[in-house]
């Protein structure tokens, strides 16, 4: 029970922490796509071949601030 207790205080802390860094994230790619007329954005790993890979940018853009 002491076990699964922390378990779950470990994962709301865990979400607590990653929740805005996430939001941060997912709102960069939503400026970049935006900015380079992208109606839609799939993480590389689910593309087969093709595409155009905005992540140099989004992690520009997540450096400065902007």
Do not use: F, H, W
């Not at 699964?4 to 790619?29: A, G, H």
């Not at 799939?42 to 902007?66: F, P, R």
Request: net charge positive; no cysteine.
């Amino acid at each position: 029970r002491y076990y699964q207790q922390l378990q779950e205080r470990l994962s709301n802390k865990e979400k607590e922490l990653m929740d805005p860094v996430l939001k941060k994230i997912e709102t960069t790619i939503k400026k970049v796509a935006d900015k380079k007329g992208l109606s839609v954005v799939v993480d590389k790993n689910t593309v087969v071949y093709g595409g155009l890979d905005i992540t140099d940018e989004v992690s520009k853009a997540l450096q400065s601030g902007k």
